[in-house]
């Protein structure tokens, strides 16, 4: 819609020219106000130099320009204002000339409230408003004329102003506003690239609306797929995809954006939003690769604290009663092959891991776990398993072996050459199986069942052994207060290390747990008094010893949850054993490069739980803890540096 004023001044040719203009859009009807007072309205039908003629109630009209003062077009008779419309806007087109603009807004404004589709008020409007500088107000009336009639006026200024406006002054909702109506009604038109671009990133990132972004984004890349801002939305729109559950479409948009843009200032941010969508898929690896991704391509702090604690949530799984365990406290694990046996308070698990998932077995535990009672499952401490026989280590009840060739259990205790009934730890080397027992270590020779025990008196620091290891030439035991002691197989005596080195250990440490590789003995330990805790090495050759105090935990979880694993294998001088150290803190690695950035528990399902043992496996560390049985992905983990 559009009006002409014509105060005898205007040039007739003027108006006929803008007059067949109309007719050419299609606007077929005009209102005509006369000098007289009267109010025609009629349907166009041509003009000439002299005169105007229109239809009005089926009779023809020739009206001479002299006595028009007003004229207004209208493409639909049904959209002509009322009478009383067009009288108030007339009164604001004289206060307007008068620079009455408080008036000429009443006056306006009462056109509207009798014709609200008056596209000419509200376009007077949103200009008074907006030379007044009140920008909400003008958008408001800019954006009626719009959805009014989009062609009555050419407005991607206006909006394209008003945006840039609201944006400077960080008034981002407003500024999408505006944006949105210059992309939306002129997305033909100069800017709307950068208004439609423009608004999809502030609705993603500064207005936090991951639906409505996405939505504009994707209208942005469709309809100008040239834009100096497609990288950007690119990373974007697979961000805000993995941000929505649309794991797929942000796999493949991410992946596209990655392959795509290899210098991009965003790809650590998309590296660590396509782990999320690849976590979501549950492609555990793939997400851990990304997250590990992200550290290279950026310095941020904080995106890299992020990228690891996502790193450490991605690489866990957790195992529980749920899960056909018998017990969500898990006090010993040992590996056979394919084959997972699980210590619990509740009994022995057997789990089946030849098929790449989780198969309970329960065939052997049934009847080992009823053994002593038919009601109450053995409480089993320690477990120890090599290719003939599964040992198991019961509190008070002894220790159970398993022949699997025979599928025969049989029961030691006491009363046939155990020094006690509750086992803290197994270990088995060829023909001989050592126990550690609160009343001595035992050894035990399997080609001809000869029992023998090891107390103080027999050199031992004390009686208290929680923990074993054993090499070909010694024997290493843990106390739960006097340190650690070692026995010389060809010597056959028993020392305490510590005057063997100069082992830099306190009086009175536990030693909590051991492991070996092909060179060293790797133990932990904690000390009550200071309640600290740490991790030390012994070189099997030298004797020489290192110990490191790892962590300090006073007030956050109990100091004596640490324990130690350590990779099997070839052993070099550049590529020494891999150490694991759990704790309730997280797991920390130890490689050649030195301790790698720890590994924390996934706190959305298992949060710094209490740690009993760990135990590596192939493509697997397995963790006790008391809250389940939990694994990391060790081919996650060391997928990337």
């Known amino acids: 819609m559009k009006h002409i004023s014509n105060f005898k001044h205007v040039l007739i040719w003027l ?42 109630y089926d009779q023809q009209l020739s009206i001479p320009f002299r006595e028009i003062i007003y004229i207004t077009a209208f493409d639909d008779v049904r959209a002509i204002p009322s009478e009383a419309a067009e009288k108030h806007f007339l009164n604001g087109q004289t206060f307007l000339q008068l620079d009455m603009y408080d008036r000429a807004k009443t006056s306006f404004m009462k056109a509207i409230d009798e014709y609200p589709k008056y596209t000419d008020a509200h376009y007077q409007l949103a200009l008074l408003f907006e030379a007044e500088g009140n920008n909400d107000e003008a958008l408001r009336y800019f954006g009626n004329v719009v959805k009014i009639d989009p062609n009555a006026y050419s407005m991607e200024d206006k909006f394209k102003t008003a945006g840039d406006a609201y944006l400077a002054a960080e008034e981002y909702r407003k500024a999408v506003s505006a944006y949105l109506l210059l992309f939306r009604i002129y997305p033909d038109r100069y800017g709307a690239d950068e208004a439609a671009y423009t608004a999809g990133f502030l609705l993603a990132v ?65 590296y660590m939003a396509r782990g999320d969508a690849y976590t979501q898929l549950r492609r555990r690896t793939e997400a851990v690769a990304d997250y590990n991704s992200v550290g290279p391509y950026t310095s941020n702090l904080k995106l890299k604290n992020e990228a690891r604690r996502k790193r450490s949530e991605s690489a866990w799984t957790i195992y529980t009663v749920s899960d056909g365990i018998p017990s969500n406290q898990i006090q010993a694990i040992a590996i056979d092959g394919t084959t997972l046996w699980i210590g619990t308070p509740n009994g022995l698990a057997q789990i089946d891991l030849s098929s790449g998932t989780w198969q309970p077995n329960t065939d052997i535990t049934d009847h080992i776990n009823t053994l002593f009672d038919e009601e109450t499952p053995i409480d089993v401490r320690a477990l120890a398993v090599d290719s003939q026989e599964l040992w198991i280590g019961t509190l008070n009840h002894g220790l159970i072996r398993y022949n699997k060739t025979t599928t025969f259990p049989e029961i030691f205790d006491i009363r046939n050459g155990l020094p006690d009934n509750t086992i803290y730890d197994i270990k088995i080397d060829k023909e001989e199986v ?30 208290d052994i929680v923990a074993l290891a054993v090499t070909p030439d010694r024997v290493w035991i843990g106390t739960s207060q006097n340190g650690l ?63 490191e105090a790892v962590l300090r935990f006073v007030d956050m979880v109990p100091y004596q949850s640490i324990y130690v694993a350590a990779t099997k294998g070839p052993i070099t001088a550049v590529k020494p054993a891999t150490v694991w150290i759990a704790t309730n803190g997280g797991v920390w690695i130890k490689t050649a490069e030195g301790w790698r950035d720890p590994i924390e528990f996934p706190s959305s399902r298992i949060s710094a739980p209490i740690v009993s043992c760990i135990t590596l496996g192939v493509g697997a560390a397995w963790i006790g803890t008391a809250d389940g049985l939990a694994r990391i992905d060790t081919n996650a983990i060391y997928g990337n540096n």
């Open 15 to 56: 108006l006929l020219v803008l007059l067949c203009a109309h007719v050419g859009y299609g606007q077929h009807y005009i209102s005509i106000y006369l000098e007289n007072g009267d109010h025609l309205k009629g349907r166009w039908l041509g003009g000439d130099a002299e005169s105007i003629q229109i239809e009005v």
């Open 206 to 270: 500064e207005l936090d609306e991951p639906q409505e972004g996405l939505k504009v984004l994707q209208e942005a890349v469709a309809h100008f797929p040239d834009s100096q801002h497609l990288e950007r939305a690119t990373y974007l729109i697979g961000s805000l995809h993995s941000k929505l559950g649309n794991a797929e479409m942000a796999v493949e948009t991410l992946s596209s954006f990655i392959q795509n843009y290899p210098q991009s200032r965003w790809l650590a941010i998309a």
């Open 434 to 463: 050592w126990i550690g027992t609160f009343a001595g270590v035992a050894r035990h020779l399997r080609s001809t069942g000869e029992w023998k025990s090891y107390r103080k008196a027999d050199g031992l620091p004390a009686d």
């Open 485 to 547: 002691a070692v026995y010389n197989r060809s010597m056959d005596i028993w020392q305490s290390f510590s005057a063997l080195d100069n082992l830099d250990l306190k009086t009175g440490s536990e030693i909590v747990s051991f492991d070996i590789s092909a060179d060293k003995v790797f133990f932990t330990w904690n000390y009550s008094v200071d309640k600290a805790n740490g991790y030390g090495e012994i070189h099997q050759g030298d004797l020489s010893s290192t110990v």
